[in-house]
C-alpha cells in the first residue's frame, strides 16, 4: 500500500503529456480569442500566404510589393515550412480564426515537448518545470502568441539540443534542415552547435568537429532543397547584414528590434533573469565534466541574456534556456530531495508543496497579465472597410500608396486585388532603392507639402492609403486641390489623386 509521504504513484507519461497539451491548448486559446485582432502585424501576412499555400502550393507569384527586394522576380517565402503547417486551418476556418487555433495548437505543441525533453533527461518534476516556463513572464507568453515561426524556432532549440548532446548525426541534421525551411533565424544552430563542441571538449577532450558540419550541411540542405533557391541566400545575407552586423538601424524598424527599457525588463522578467543567477551560485565548475547539459545550457542563457539586452526578439530563445540551466543545476539537489521523500521525510513533500503553490499562482497571474495585453489589440477589422473600397474600386494591380510600411501586412490580408510599396521591414525598400525609399518616407511624414505630384510622378499610384495617425500627412492632403477623399472611417482614410499634376 502506498505510504502517505512516499511520491505518489506516477502517472504514466503519456497520459501526462496528453494534460499539459490540452491545458496549454485551451490556455493558448483563451489568450488568442482575448484579443479582437491578432497579436503582432505581421501576423497578418502570415495568414494570407498560409492561405495561398494552400490554395496554390508552395511556389506562388508574389507581386504585391514591386518597390521592395520582395518583388516579383526575387521573392522567396523564408518560412515556408511555417505556412505549409499553418495553411490547413485555413482549409476550413477564417483566416484569423485559422491562425488562432494553428498558434494555440503549436505553442501546446511546444510546452509537451518541453515536458518530455526533461524527462528524458531524467530532471525531477518535469511537470513543474514546465509550469515554471508558462509562468516566468508574460513577455514569453505574447512573444509565444504571435502567429509567427519564432514558436517552432524554440521547438527546435529543443530538439537541437537533444541531439547535439546524444551526437545523433541524423537528427542534428533534419533539425538544421527543417529549420531552415522555417523560419530565416535557423543560423542560431551555429552557436548551439559551437557550445555543444565546448562542452565535449571539456568533458572528454575531444573535438567534436563533426556536429558543426552536420549542422551546417542541414542548413545548407534547406536553403539548396527548396523552389525559392537561390534567391534565398540572397535574401538571408540581406537580413543578416542589416539586422545582426550593425549597431545602428538605417531605418525604422519593428519595436522588437529594439531593446526593452532595462528597468522594465528587470520587473518583468525577473524570473528567469534570477533563475540564470541561482543556476551560476549553485553550480560548481567541476560538476561540468559530469553533466555536459548544465554547462551547455548555461552558456546559452548567458548568450541569449546578452542578445536580449540588444533586442526583444531574443525573449523567445532566453527564457527557456534560463529555466533549462535551473533545472539542470538543480537536478543533483532534486535526486537528493526525492530520496528524502522516499525515506519519509515530510520536510521535502513540504518544500515541493509549497513550490508548487507559489508556481501556480504566478502562473495564473502571468496568464491573466497576458490576457489583458492581447485585450489591448486593435480589432481584426481596423483596415477592412479602407482595403475593401480600394479592391471594388480599383483596376486590379493597380498601385496604392501607403504611408507606413507596417500598413502592409493588414491592406494585404483583407485586399490581395491590389499591390503596394512597402511591406514587412523599410530595409526591403531601402535596399532595393535608396532614393525612392527616402521619397517615400518624407512624403509619408508630411515633409511634402505637395504630396499628390510626388505620388504620381515618382510611384505611378492615384489612390492613397493612410490610417489616421499619420496628421501630418493628411493636413496636407487634405488641403491638396489634387486629392480627394474617397473613403474614411474611424480608423483609415483612402484619397484619389483626381486630375493630372
Request: with cysteine; proline share 6%.
Amino acid at each position: 500500500m502506498h505510504r502517505p509521504n512516499s511520491p505518489p504513484p506516477c502517472i504514466r507519461p503519456s497520459l501526462q503529456g496528453a494534460g499539459i497539451f490540452l491545458l496549454a491548448w485551451l490556455t493558448f486559446a483563451v489568450m488568442q480569442f482575448a484579443s479582437p485582432g491578432l497579436a503582432g502585424i505581421d501576423g497578418y501576412y502570415h495568414a494570407t500566404i498560409a492561405h495561398i499555400v494552400w490554395q496554390h502550393g508552395i511556389h506562388f507569384a508574389f507581386p504585391y510589393l514591386p518597390f521592395t527586394t520582395l518583388n516579383a522576380d526575387h521573392f522567396v517565402d523564408m518560412h515556408m515550412l511555417f505556412h505549409i503547417v499553418q495553411s490547413p486551418f485555413t482549409a476550413w476556418l477564417p483566416a484569423d480564426r485559422a491562425v488562432k487555433y494553428a498558434e494555440a495548437t503549436f505553442c501546446a505543441t511546444l510546452f509537451t515537448l518541453f515536458f518530455f525533453i526533461l524527462r528524458l533527461h531524467r530532471i525531477r518534476f518535469p511537470v513543474l518545470w514546465t509550469i515554471f516556463l508558462f509562468a516566468a513572464t508574460p513577455i514569453f507568453l505574447y512573444r509565444l502568441n504571435l502567429p509567427r515561426p519564432p514558436v517552432f524556432a524554440v521547438f527546435y532549440i529543443l530538439l537541437a539540443f537533444h541531439f547535439l548532446i546524444h551526437r545523433h548525426k541524423t537528427g542534428i541534421f533534419l533539425v538544421a534542415m527543417a529549420f531552415a525551411w522555417t523560419y530565416k533565424a535557423f543560423p542560431i544552430l551555429i552557436p548551439m552547435a559551437l557550445f555543444a563542441i565546448i562542452v565535449f571538449w571539456h568533458t572528454e577532450r575531444k573535438i567534436a568537429h563533426e556536429l558543426l558540419w552536420l549542422t551546417l550541411g542541414g542548413m545548407a540542405a534547406g536553403l539548396i532543397i527548396t523552389p525559392w533557391f537561390p534567391d534565398n541566400v540572397i535574401f538571408l545575407w540581406d537580413a543578416i547584414r542589416m539586422k545582426i552586423l550593425t549597431s545602428n538601424f538605417h531605418t525604422h524598424v519593428g519595436n522588437e528590434w529594439y531593446p526593452y527599457d532595462t528597468w522594465y525588463l528587470l520587473q518583468r522578467a525577473y524570473l528567469p533573469l534570477a533563475a540564470v543567477a541561482i543556476g551560476l551560485w549553485i553550480t560548481d565548475r567541476h560538476e561540468w565534466k559530469s553533466d555536459p547539459p548544465r554547462l551547455f545550457w548555461m552558456m546559452m542563457s548567458l548568450f541569449w541574456m546578452v542578445m536580449l539586452f540588444k533586442s526583444r526578439r531574443f525573449a523567445e530563445f532566453f527564457v527557456p534556456s534560463a529555466v533549462m540551466f535551473l533545472a539542470f543545476a538543480l537536478r543533483p539537489h532534486l535526486d537528493q530531495l526525492t530520496l528524502r521523500w522516499q525515506r519519509s521525510n515530510w520536510r521535502p513533500l513540504a518544500a515541493i508543496t509549497a513550490v508548487s503553490i507559489m508556481l501556480v499562482y504566478t502562473a495564473t497571474q502571468t496568464f491573466s497579465d497576458e490576457v489583458k495585453q492581447m485585450a489591448g489589440r486593435a480589432p481584426i477589422t481596423a483596415y477592412a472597410g479602407g482595403a475593401n473600397w480600394l479592391k471594388n474600386h480599383t483596376p486590379k494591380g493597380s498601385l496604392v500608396f501607403h504611408t507606413d510600411w507596417d500598413d502592409f501586412p493588414r491592406l494585404f490580408f483583407f485586399n490581395q486585388h491590389n499591390r503596394y510599396i512597402v511591406g514587412l521591414d523599410p530595409d526591403y525598400m531601402r535596399l532595393h532603392d535608396a532614393k525612392l525609399y527616402q521619397q517615400w518616407r518624407n512624403i509619408s511624414r508630411g515633409e511634402n507639402q505637395h504630396p499628390a505630384k510626388s505620388i504620381l510622378k515618382q510611384f505611378g499610384a492615384r489612390f492613397v492609403f493612410t490610417d489616421n495617425r499619420h496628421k501630418k500627412f493628411r493636413k496636407y492632403a487634405d488641403r491638396s486641390d489634387l486629392m480627394r477623399t474617397v473613403f474614411h472611417d474611424t480608423y483609415t482614410t483612402v484619397y484619389e489623386i483626381i486630375n493630372s499634376p
